[in-house]
């Protein structure tokens, strides 16, 4: 059974800090993807990882993926209050019935000026 | 449309009745999944369809929960004789996939949500 773990599940910040939140996850997989929830909203995209050693950036978050080691990371660069929200990562299963996703269990990220 | 849509946004039912949502996925997505968020199960998989066909039900929870799908577009996901277990927020995702093809991503967009409170 594929299983998702994030840590730190809350994590409260200081404007202008650094942080990293880690996914980790128990069996293969080819794609791991982090989403923003704000409260009460939807899911947001905010990377897809589709390869071992793929690293995307795009503002303040960057995001990189080990298939090796079955982890992945969401690096938080000069946080600001804006970022405050739940991070997901979530991991697809097996290609034979689609690419459901299983979610690890959030990340509740407080940003405080 | 330009997003995934899923109506009604809240649904207040009473334990016993039956209830119906429903997810207009983006427009040529062939792939569309159901997952529920609760406090305390999270963020969990419902149903999976590709085209009108569901090869993947496991999630649904128990013989109350179904779903169908019509012409490869909107689909309705029905709770019967729902309980206050079933409170939660129903969301809904599509994608750009097809079976025995290859999508890049298989990037998968959400819904809006409905938040269902049983009382």
């Known amino acids: 059974e594929l299983k998702v773990e994030q840590n730190p599940l809350f994590l409260s910040m200081q404007e202008g800090k650094n942080y990293t939140i880690y996914c980790n996850y128990s069996?293969?997989?080819?794609?791991l993807y982090w989403y923003r929830q704000d409260p009460g909203k939807s899911l947001e995209s905010l990377f897809v990882?589709?390869?071992?050693?793929a690293v995307k950036q795009e503002g303040r978050l960057m995001a990189s993926l080990d298939t090796k080691a079955r982890l992945s990371t969401l690096h938080i660069t000069a946080a600001v209050h804006d970022l405050s929200a739940t991070y997901f990562c979530?991991?697809?299963?097996?290609?034979?019935?689609?690419?459901?996703?299983?979610f690890g269990a959030g990340t509740i990220l407080r940003v405080k000026s | 449309g330009a997003g995934v849509s899923q109506s009604p946004s809240n649904k207040v039912t009473e334990k016993g009745k039956d209830v119906e949502l429903r997810c207009d996925p983006i427009s040529g997505h062939t792939a569309l999944y159901w997952y529920r968020q609760s406090l305390g199960q999270g963020l969990e998989f419902l149903i999976y369809f590709q085209g009108n066909s569901a090869p993947d039900k496991s999630g649904l929870p128990s013989d109350r929960f179904s779903a169908e799908r019509t012409g490869g577009s909107v689909s309705t996901l029905t709770i019967q004789r729902t309980q206050q277990e079933d409170s939660a927020v129903y969301l809904c995702?599509?994608?750009?996939?097809?079976?025995?093809?290859?999508?890049?991503?298989?990037?998968?967009?959400f819904g809006p949500g409905t938040r269902l409170t049983v009382t």
């Open positions: 990882l589709l390869s071992n050693g």
């Open positions: 069996t293969t997989s080819d794609r």
């Open positions: 995702a599509s994608s750009l996939e097809w079976a025995g093809g290859f999508s890049s991503s298989y990037e998968q967009y």
């Open positions: 979530a991991v697809t299963g097996t290609m034979e019935y689609g690419n459901k996703l299983v």
